[in-house]
């Protein structure tokens, strides 16, 4: 018999007639012959007001009491949608994470799921009945109840319909499908048919709320299809799949995160492991670390610059002011001024131009871009907080994000889930189901890197650089520029093929003139090193664990930059072996 998991959103339950017309659309499925299991939210904004509560009686709730206290807006819900299919004539069993036997690890506030027991679940739905599990929550080892981080019943619903490899996952919510960037922001916004779990990836933890991103990771690892649709009608929505909807645009989606701030430590010394130093420290009180920009030192320092959430900023700083005084770098200092935009694309992986296209729209709009970070498959700036919206309408234009596709999309179909079926639920038995997975370590020793330093900051050079690049038919890699400091000047690098160099030198020389920026270096043999696997910056640790292994052997990075599925430093070319073996070593328990 098939088997269904709907999920529905806060804002679907929020009232006794959302609840009813939830439960009727679990009957319906019901009736169609599938065995349903529902996870449901909190109703509306419970959660928000539970969190309020626990601040009126005091501003640090102990986070296990938290959790105590938090698991109980989906307990209610649950209850709820289990009285109101019982009241419609159909028989219903609501039960807790703890009663399913969700398994977590013991990270209140943010725990991660181990494992998810089965027998009961297929008990109660053998017996004829609905399910309805709370999301949001499961127990640790100890029985402690858990709650798995804002937004997370996404995550109960994605991990059951894996558990348990159901037919279909459904998300209902209050908007009918995913779009190219928050529609309540974006009105113009396009409602895409299908999206790739990569980029769905990369756009929810970039700012998309509309998914949890964990469940994405989940969605993935498991090749559960997900479909993301209204509660309030019955029209299709988005499927979260592998394939992309069209593989031919760069760019499929774009987002902005207004809730980082920018951590800058300057002079730090250009030497293997001080990274690592400044990182590890961050990563010990469960800070993730967005956005990292080290430019090449001149004279032997860097600058280095990161983001952090907005509301992690002071304990961030108190750990980087101790790293910063133990490396002996200099100032450290904080903007919390800032804004992140970014585009999304499988597409651009293959295409030239697609930078050079996202900072000429910001720079005719006149938005200064404070840093850049690439990845194969996204491009982050960061710009004034104030300035930040009208910088996501500007791209979201460019990329023409708002245009219905020329051609019609073909529809996506299922595959049989045939005899992969069984190796999946073996996979599943063996590990924690959220623990890392690391798919390749990998090395690319063909690239060289360009430097201009001394940029004057002001709206318009990376569009101008990137602009004459392009036209010189210089294929770009990897871009980064840091944060200017204080004398108002940023570094700019990027990477380009090894046969491109001396073009490409030629090409950064006469911009570097033009512009009055103070010179360019380069290196004509630079090494990239990546990990890729799924969901790299939710487990803080992937980058750590780079820059310990890369430090002990003695090599020194020169850029970083992370996504969800991958992170890649550059470092010396003549080191680029040694590192890859390094790598390989550190990551052996988790390379599958
Ligand atoms: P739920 O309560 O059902 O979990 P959420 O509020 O978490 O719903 O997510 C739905 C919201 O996500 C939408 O109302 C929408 O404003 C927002 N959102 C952000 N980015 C996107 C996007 N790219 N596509 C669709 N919705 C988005
Ligand atoms: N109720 C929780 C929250 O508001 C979980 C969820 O809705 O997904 O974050
Ligand atoms: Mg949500």
């Not at 989940?218 to 209204?230: A, L, M, N, Q, W």
């Not at 597409?347 to 990845?375: C, D, P």
């Not at 940023?490 to 010179?519: E, M, N, W, Y």
């Amino acid at each position: 018999m098939s088997l269904i998991v709907q999920k529905f959103g806060g804002s679907s339950v929020a009232t006794p007639e959302k609840i009813l017309a939830a439960a009727r659309k679990a009957i319906r499925a019901k009736l169609e012959g599938h065995q349903v299991v529902m996870v449901v939210s909190a109703m509306g904004d419970t959660t928000d007001d539970l969190i309020d509560l626990a601040n009126r009686i005091t501003d640090k709730p102990p986070a296990r009491e938290m959790d105590m206290l938090l698991s109980t807006g989906e307990q209610q819900s649950c209850a709820l949608m289990a009285m109101a299919i019982t009241s419609l004539g159909h028989k219903a069993v609501s039960l807790t994470g703890a009663q399913i036997g969700v398994k977590t690890d013991a990270t209140f506030r943010k725990a991660r799921i181990k494992s998810i027991e089965t027998a009961r679940l297929k008990k109660v739905l053998d017996e004829g009945n609905i399910v309805i599990a709370a999301g949001f929550q499961g127990i640790d080892d100890d029985f402690n109840i858990t709650t798995l981080g804002r937004g997370g019943s996404d995550t109960t619903a994605v991990a059951l319909a894996a558990v348990l490899r159901a037919d279909a996952c459904e998300i209902y919510t209050d908007v009918d499908g995913i779009y190219t960037t928050d529609p309540r922001v974006i009105p113009e916004a396009r409602r895409v048919s299908r999206i790739s779990y990569d980029e769905m990836l990369e756009l929810a933890s970039l700012g998309a709320g509309v998914m949890h991103s964990r469940s994405i990771e989940f969605g993935k690892k498991f090749d559960t299809p997900i479909h993301v649709r209204s509660s309030f009608t019955d029209i299709p929505g988005t499927m979260i799949v592998a394939e992309p909807e069209r593989p031919d645009m760069p760019v499929s989606g774009a987002a902005i995160t207004k809730d980082e701030a920018l951590i800058t430590v300057q002079a730090v010394p250009d030497k293997p492991g001080t990274s690592l130093e400044i990182f590890a420290r961050i990563a010990a009180r469960n800070i993730s670390v967005d956005m990292i920009v080290q430019n090449v030192g001149e004279s032997g320092k860097a600058d280095l610059s990161f983001t952090v959430p907005r509301n992690e900023l002071d304990t961030a700083l108190e750990a980087v002011r101790d790293a910063a005084k133990l490396v002996g770098a200099g100032t450290v200092s904080a903007n919390d001024s800032v804004a992140k935009v970014s585009v999304v694309g499988l597409g651009m992986a293959r295409q030239t131009g697609v930078a050079e296209k996202m900072f000429r729209a910001l720079a005719a709009a006149g938005i200064n871009i404070g840093m850049i970070t690439t990845s194969e498959i996204k491009i982050s700036v960061l710009v004034p907080r104030d300035q930040s919206q009208k910088a996501l309408n500007v791209v979201h234009t460019a990329f023409e994000l708002d245009k219905p596709p020329a051609k019609p999309i073909e529809a996506w179909k299922p595959k049989a889930h045939g005899t992969d079926a069984a190796a999946v639920v073996a996979r599943l038995q063996g590990l924690n189901m959220e623990d890392l997975t690391i798919d390749d370590v990998s090395l690319d020793a063909s690239q060289a890197r360009v430097t201009i330093s001394g940029v004057p900051d002001s709206p318009g050079i990376a569009a101008k650089v990137f602009e004459q690049v392009a036209g010189a038919g210089i294929f770009v890699d990897m871009i980064v520029q840091s944060y200017p400091t204080t004398e108002s000047l940023a570094t700019l690098s990027f990477t380009v093929p090894q046969d491109q160099l001396d073009h490409s030198v030629t090409v950064a020389k006469k911009i570097a003139s033009d512009l009055s920026c103070r010179g360019v270096t380069s290196s004509p043999k630079i090494a990239k090193l990546s990990v890729s696997g799924v969901g790299l910056r939710t487990h803080t640790g992937v980058a750590i664990r780079m820059f310990r292994a890369l430090s002990e052997a003695g090599i020194n990075l020169d850029l970083i930059n992370t996504s969800e599925v991958r992170v890649n430093v550059i470092v010396d070319g003549n080191q680029g072996e040694k590192g890859m073996k390094q790598l390989q070593a550190a990551f052996a328990d988790v390379l599958r």
